[in-house]
Nanobody, 121 residues
């Protein structure tokens, strides 16, 4: 019922930056907690960041804390992930997700198709 489309992925050098966007359909975007997850080849999908429906609360994985920033614009039905100081270990497919609970688990209700981020050394 909620469709999510990620964009902004690409190839960058280590130390560079990317800004991912996730556009959501529907009129109830502001009622959802939004999150970012990623999955590298051969690994399980892991939590990256989440933001509450009002944008007043955020949680980050230790691996990205201080480098990544999650934000949202409820007027545009969009959530963002600003990624700075990128490392080769950040290479993965990044997924945005929408859910009813503010959580770091992967128990979100809706998922996007993902966008590839590749960081070269």
């Amino acid at each position: 019922q909620v469709q999510l489309v990620e964009s902004g992925g690409g190839l960058v050098q280590a130390g560079g930056s990317l800004r991912l966007s996730c556009a959501a359909s529907g009129r109830t975007f502001s009622t959802y907690t939004m999150g970012w997850f990623r999955q590298a080849p051969g690994k399980e999908r892991e939590f990256v960041a989440t933001i509450s429906r009002s944008g007043s609360h955020t949680i980050y994985a230790d691996s990205v804390k201080g480098r990544f920033t999650i934000s949202r614009d409820n007027d545009k039905n969009t959530v963002y992930l600003q990624m700075n100081s990128l490392k080769p270990e950040d290479t993965a497919v990044y997924y945005c997700a929408a859910g009813r609970l503010f959580t770091t688990s992967n128990s979100y209700n809706y998922w996007g198709q993902g966008t590839q981020v590749t960081v070269s050394s």
